[in-house]
C-alpha cells in the first residue's frame, strides 16, 4: 500500500505559478505516477504523468504551461504550473501504479488532493 500526500496548492491570481508536490510513502521508482484534477459536477480529468523511464504526457490545456518531475530519491512528484487560469481551478490529484500514462482507471493508490484556485 502506497500512501500520497499532496501539497502546494493555493489561491494565484491569473498568469500565476504554483507547485505542487506529492510524496509517496514508499518508492516511486518503477512506477507510473500522475496528476488529476476535478472540479465539482465535472468528470475527473487527465493532466500530466511521468512513466518510470521519465517520459511525460500532458494533456491539451497543460502542454506548455506544466511541468511535471520527480525526485526518486524523495521519492516525491511535482507539478510546476505556471501561466494558471481561471480554468486551471480544481481539486488536483497524485496517483500512482497506473499502467497507462494518462488514462485514471489504470492508478492504484490516489492522494487526498490539494486545491487550487486561481482568480481573475
Known amino acids: 500500500q502506497v500512501q500520497l500526500v499532496e501539497s502546494g496548492g493555493g489561491s494565484v491570481q491569473a498568469g500565476g505559478s504554483l507547485r505542487l508536490s506529492c510524496v509517496a510513502s514508499s518508492s516511486i521508482s518503477g512506477t507510473y505516477m500522475a496528476w488529476f484534477r476535478q472540479t465539482p459536477g465535472k468528470e475527473r480529468e487527465a493532466v500530466s504523468c511521468i512513466k518510470p523511464a521519465g517520459n511525460t504526457g500532458y494533456s491539451n490545456s497543460a502542454k506548455g504551461r506544466f511541468t511535471v518531475s520527480q525526485d526518486k530519491s524523495k521519492n516525491t512528484l511535482y507539478l510546476q504550473m505556471n501561466r494558471l487560469n481561471v480554468g486551471d481551478t480544481a481539486m488536483y490529484y497524485c496517483?500512482?501504479?497506473?499502467?497507462?500514462?494518462?488514462?485514471?482507471?489504470?492508478?492504484?493508490?490516489w492522494g487526498q488532493g490539494t486545491q487550487v484556485t486561481v482568480s481573475s
Open positions: 496517483a500512482a501504479g497506473g499502467s497507462a500514462c494518462l488514462d485514471g482507471r489504470n492508478y492504484m493508490y
